[in-house]
């Protein structure tokens, strides 16, 4: 972590001479269950977070803590505010859990919109879950990696057996239970290697809503280096690339069929827009991760000593989310390279995610998929330009449609 720590000391100097604004609370990201999981699969990052909450092996957010989170998000959040569960699994909390989240969402409301999510990797989901889903019109982020022998090659239970079938099985049920899922497959050493296989298999179970996440730890064993299952920056890159032009070569009548969030996300800057996506941010720590015992964090990534900014039991979360610590963290992001501020495509990526940064020593504190980006935008950015000119073009006609009510005023074509 001492490579991170410079880039935190840097910020640290660098927001001196900063105003600071304050940000919304528009999003949390809650650990109900902590560390604890179902699965024990090989890239899984999360697992060791258990060595932060010794005092109990099992980790359930009490009734009092769930209460006091939602309580505070309702009250401190503006017109609308989202809720992403995760883990861990967050699935082991059972699903009365979720039903008094929705009833103490209700409870201290005030009108605004409020949206959840679920993100899970599907073994312990049945028609119960699907129903509630649906009912309530929650987002489903669904953990699969692929046709079976991709998502067996890591994705084990605790037994050491693959899970694809209850995966894919429980996949079907919720699309034909109309509930909205979003298919989050990570992208490892092996997996990598099947952009057209991958992409296809999604949309046969029809699953066009894909979330691509490279995966990049550092070995256990050795931690001068990188595990063996991260994906390299050569291989991501090929990667975006293929995937964009089996993405493209969808579209009909000049829309997309399918939707890569990666693609969305980076579309934003093209047409003057800040993206979606924290990690494309010039900055980052938008958000917080609450865990199941009410600590507050910085990020996902970071749930460590050093990024523990409080405890929902004795702090306001608004504050915590603009404390001096979160600002520092946020700021660390805009510390890059010379190589990178220089880059073409700086405000396109703006580095990525910080924590690949640090994983792999061998990346020298660069940004490990500065390479992947460079791959990309090269080989997209003409067409991405082309579809935010016919984007603004589309714009244009909406506003000038809402303008004159749909009537065609000649005496524009006149004065000319």
Not at 142 to 150: A, C, F, K, R
Not at 361 to 373: A, G, H, I, Q
Request: proline share 5%; charged share 25%; net charge positive.
């Amino acid at each position: 972590m001492k490579v991170f720590f410079m880039f935190v000391h840097q910020a640290g100097k660098w927001m001196k001479n900063i105003s600071i604004n304050i940000k919304p609370l528009t999003s949390v990201l809650v650990k109900p269950t902590g560390p604890d999981c179902n699965l024990k699969c090989t890239y899984c990052f999360y697992l060791e977070k258990a060595g932060l909450f010794p005092e109990t092996l099992r980790h359930r957010m009490s009734d009092e803590i769930q209460e006091e989170l939602i309580r505070q998000v309702m009250q401190q959040s503006g017109s609308s505010v989202s809720f992403a569960w995760q883990g861990g699994e967050p699935a082991l909390m059972g699903i009365d859990f979720y039903k008094r989240a929705i009833e103490l969402e209700k409870k201290y409301g005030h009108g605004q919109t409020v949206g959840n999510g679920l993100q899970t990797n599907g073994t312990l989901l049945n028609l119960e879950w699907a129903e509630f889903l649906k009912q309530y019109d929650w987002l489903v982020g669904l953990s699969l990696d692929g046709p079976e022998h991709i998502h067996n090659h890591y994705r084990k239970d605790n037994a050491g057996k693959g899970t694809h079938q209850k995966v894919e099985n429980n996949a079907r049920m919720l699309l034909e239970n109309g509930v909205a899922v979003n298919v989050l497959a990570t992208l490892n050493d092996y997996s990598v290697q099947f952009p057209d296989e991958l992409y296809n298999y999604f949309k046969s179970l029809g699953l066009t809503w894909m979330q691509f996440i490279p995966v990049v730890e550092t070995d256990p064993a050795d931690p001068s280096r990188a595990a063996s299952w991260s994906v390299s920056a050569k291989a991501y890159g090929e990667f975006l690339c293929r995937i964009f032009d089996l993405w493209l070569a969808d579209f009909k009548n000049g829309q997309p069929t399918t939707q890569v969030r990666h693609y969305d996300s980076v579309f934003y800057p093209y047409v003057g827009l800040e993206a979606p996506e924290c990690t494309l941010l010039k900055e980052c720590g938008s958000y917080v991760v609450i865990e199941h015992n009410g600590n507050v964090y910085s990020c996902d990534f970071f749930v460590e000593p050093k990024w523990k900014l409080g405890n929902i039991m004795q702090s306001r979360i608004s504050a915590m989310l603009n404390s001096k610590r979160q600002q520092t963290f946020g700021a660390a992001k805009a510390v890059l390279p010379g190589e990178c501020r220089r880059c073409p495509w700086l405000t396109k990526c703006y580095g990525g995610c910080t924590k690949d940064r640090i994983k792999d020593p061998m990346d020298n504190r660069k940004p490990r998929f500065c390479l992947s980006y460079k791959m990309f935008f090269a080989h997209a950015d003409p067409t991405m330009k082309a579809l935010a000119e016919g984007w603004k073009a589309q714009q244009r006609n909406i506003q000038e449609r809402e303008r004159t009510g749909g009537t065609y005023n000649a005496f524009k074509d006149f004065i000319k």
